[in-house]
Structure formats: C-alpha cells, structure tokens
C-alpha cells in the first residue's frame, strides 16, 4: 500500500521560512518524480515544483522560483520542500505527488497559513 505523508506544515510570517517533507512507503522511490503542488484557499490546485527521478532535474512554478527549493533523500525516501522569504500568496494546502510512467499518487496535505 502506497502512501505519502507530508509534516511541516504551520503558520509562517511573510519574509519568513518553512520546510516541508514528504516521506514515502509502499513505492520504489527512487523510480518516482516526486512534485510538490498547493490549494489557496478558494482556488485550484498548483504546481510548485519538481524533482524528476531520471536526472535530478528540478522545475518550479515562477511565482516561486528563487524562493523555494525541491529536493530528494532516496535514503529517507523523502522529499522536502524549502520555503524561503514567504509571502501571503504562498498560504495553502501543500501536496506531495509521486508520480511514474504507469502510477501517481498523492498525499493528504499539509496546511500552511502566512500571516503579515
């Protein structure tokens, strides 16, 4: 059974920073992409970012390139998400995605509220 779990979510500060993990089980992690995406609050869900298995390639949305950072341990099966100089736009709830050519599956969120 897959499952992914993400933690470090809570309330940040604007300029503030934050980092999420997402710790993976029941997949062959190092065969997956792993993305982070969010939902503000009345709106769709939005990529953030990515980590591509194949190359260690990253991608990031441009509302957060500069500021936020993906990365992977294959040995903790985890992948994080470093949030640097937050801003209000940034509240959400975070996912992670773990994705392949054949499967995808998504975590249940993490909440993160940015206050001024």
């Known amino acids: 059974q897959v499952q992914l779990v993400e933690s470090g979510g809570g309330l940040v500060q604007t300029g503030g920073s934050l980092r999420l993990s997402c710790t993976a089980s029941?997949?062959?992690?190092?065969?997956?992409?792993m993305a982070w995406f969010r939902q503000p609050p009345g709106k769709d869900r939005e990529f953030v970012a990515s980590h591509i298995h194949k190359d260690g390639s990253t991608y990031y949305a441009d509302s957060v390139k500069g500021r936020f950072t993906i990365s992977r341990d294959i040995a903790k099966n985890t992948v994080y998400l470093q949030m640097n100089n937050m801003k209000l736009e940034d509240e959400a709830v975070y996912y992670c995605k773990a994705l392949s050519t054949y499967d995808k599956y998504w975590g249940k969120g993490t909440q993160v509220p940015v206050s001024s």
């Open positions: 029941g997949l062959t992690f190092n065969q997956y992409t």
